[in-house]
C-alpha cells in the first residue's frame, strides 16, 4: 500500500503521519511528489495544478491521501485526487481556513488575496464532507469544526520525535548574565500584537535576551513593528540540526498568539507547531496570549510556564520576574518533558497514525 501527504514541511508540519512509514510495513510515504513551498506563488495556476495532478496520477496510484493544512492549495489537490482516483482522502487542520482568510486583508502575515477567501468560502465544506476522515490538532478545534460542518472530527495531536540524543549534552546555562529566551519560527498576524509588547519589555531589560528565529526577510519584519536591539536578536532560520542545537541551548521559548489583527476563532482554538517542539527539548513556555485561548489556557493547567495577556505591560514584567527564576523554570521544564513524552510523541502519537492510514486505506473513517 501507499499514501500520499501532502505538505510542505513533512518534518514540521506532518511528523506524526510520515512516522507511520516506519511502523507500518506496506505503507510508502511519497516525498518525491511532495508539492513544495516554492510552488505556493503558483496555487491559482490552472497549468500547474494541472501538472502536478497528472504526475502524480500518472505515476502511482495511492491508496489514501492526507492534506495537511494550513494549505488550501494541498486541501484542493487532495480533493481532486480522491474524486478522480476514487481513493479515501483525509484533511488535516492545523488551523481554521475561512475564518483565517476573512481577517487577510489585515494580517500581515498571509496574502490579502479575495481569490483564497472566496476559495474558502466555495471549497471547504465541499472538501471537508467528501473526506472519508478528518483530523484537528486540538480538543477545541474538533469541536469548532464539527459544529460548523456537522461531520464528525477526530482530535490527533501533533507529534515529533523524541529530541536528537547528540544534542542532549551540557551547555553554558548556568554561567550565563542573562536569560536566554528563543522565538522560534515565523511572524505571522497572529503573533504580531503580543510578540511587540514583550520585544519593548525585554528591550528595556538587561537580564532576558531574546532570539527571533526566522526565515523571513529582517525588512518585512521591521515594516510591522518587529525589530532587533541590543537584547532583541533576529537570526535566519538555521537549518533543523543548527536550529535543535539553538533550542537546546535556550533556557525557555516565547510563544505569542494576538488578541488582534488575526482570526479571533482561530487564535481561540490554535496550538502553534514550535509549541509542541519546545516541550519536545523540555523548554519552559513564557506565552504571551488572550486569556480565553487554548494555549493559555492549556500552559497554565498542565504546569509548562507562564502564561500572561497581552496588552498589559505591568502584568507581562511581573509574569518575566517569575520567570527568571531557576527553580520555577525547573519545575516547568519538568512538566514540558513530562507532557510531551505522555501526549507529543511519535513514539505514542505514531502508532495512532498506523491505525488511522490503515483505516483510511480502507475507507473506513
Known amino acids: 500500500m501507499e499514501y500520499l501527504v501532502l505538505t510542505s514541511k513533512p518534518g514540521v508540519s506532518a511528523t506524526g503521519i510520515v512516522t507511520v512509514e516506519n511502523d507500518l510495513p506496506g505503507f510508502f510515504y511519497r516525498k518525491d511528489l511532495m508539492v513544495g513551498l516554492s510552488d505556493i506563488i503558483r496555487v491559482f495556476s490552472v497549468k500547474f495544478l494541472f501538472r502536478k495532478f497528472l504526475r502524480i496520477s500518472r505515476e502511482f496510484r495511492p491508496d489514501a491521501v492526507i492534506s495537511v493544512f494550513p494549505s488550501d492549495r494541498f486541501a484542493l489537490m487532495g480533493h481532486l485526487l480522491s474524486s478522480t482516483l476514487g481513493v479515501p482522502h483525509a484533511i488535516y487542520f492545523h488551523n481554521l481556513w475561512e475564518e483565517v482568510f476573512r481577517y487577510a486583508a489585515v494580517d500581515p502575515g498571509f496574502a490579502s488575496d479575495r481569490y483564497r477567501l472566496r476559495l474558502a468560502r466555495e471549497w471547504e465544506?465541499?472538501?471537508v464532507k467528501a473526506c472519508t476522515s478528518r483530523y484537528a490538532i486540538t480538543e477545541p478545534m474538533v469541536r469548532f469544526l464539527s459544529g460548523k460542518h456537522g461531520v464528525p472530527f477526530l482530535h490527533v495531536p501533533h507529534a515529533f520525535p523524541p529530541a536528537p540524543r547528540e544534542f542532549n549534552g551540557q551547555d553554558d546555562r548556568e554561567q550565563r548574565s542573562a536569560l536566554d529566551l528563543l522565538f522560534p519560527g515565523s511572524v505571522y498576524g497572529m503573533h504580531v500584537s503580543s510578540l511587540r509588547p514583550l520585544i519593548e519589555l525585554i528591550g528595556s531589560r538587561d537580564d532576558v535576551r531574546l532570539t527571533i528565529t526566522t526565515s523571513q526577510k529582517r525588512e518585512y519584519l521591521s515594516s510591522i513593528g518587529v525589530y532587533g536591539s541590543p537584547n532583541v536578536m533576529v537570526e535566519h532560520f538555521p537549518g533543523e540540526d543548527s536550529f535543535a542545537r539553538r533550542m537546546q541551548a535556550a533556557d525557555g521559548c516565547a510563544v505569542c498568539l494576538a488578541g488582534e489583527g488575526h482570526s479571533p476563532e482561530d487564535v481561540s482554538l490554535a496550538l502553534p507547531t514550535r509549541t509542541?517542539?519546545?516541550?519536545?527539548?523540555?523548554k519552559p513556555l513564557f506565552v504571551v496570549a488572550p486569556e480565553d485561548s487554548f494555549l493559555f489556557r492549556f500552559v497554565r493547567k498542565e504546569g509548562i510556564g507562564i502564561a500572561v495577556s497581552p496588552g498589559v505591560p505591568g502584568e507581562i514584567l511581573a509574569a518575566m520576574d517569575t520567570f527568571l527564576d531557576p527553580v520555577r523554570r525547573n519545575g516547568?521544564?519538568?512538566?514540558?518533558?513530562r507532557l510531551f513524552d505522555g501526549m507529543f510523541?511519535?513514539?505514542?502519537?505514531?502508532?495512532?497514525w498506523v491505525g488511522l492510514v490503515r483505516n483510511l486505506a480502507s475507507g473506513v473513517a
Open 345 to 352: 510523541s511519535t513514539r505514542n502519537v505514531g502508532p495512532h
Open 125 to 127: 465544506s465541499v472538501i
Open 332 to 337: 516547568f521544564a519538568c512538566n514540558a518533558r
Open 276 to 282: 509542541v517542539d519546545a516541550l519536545r527539548f523540555g
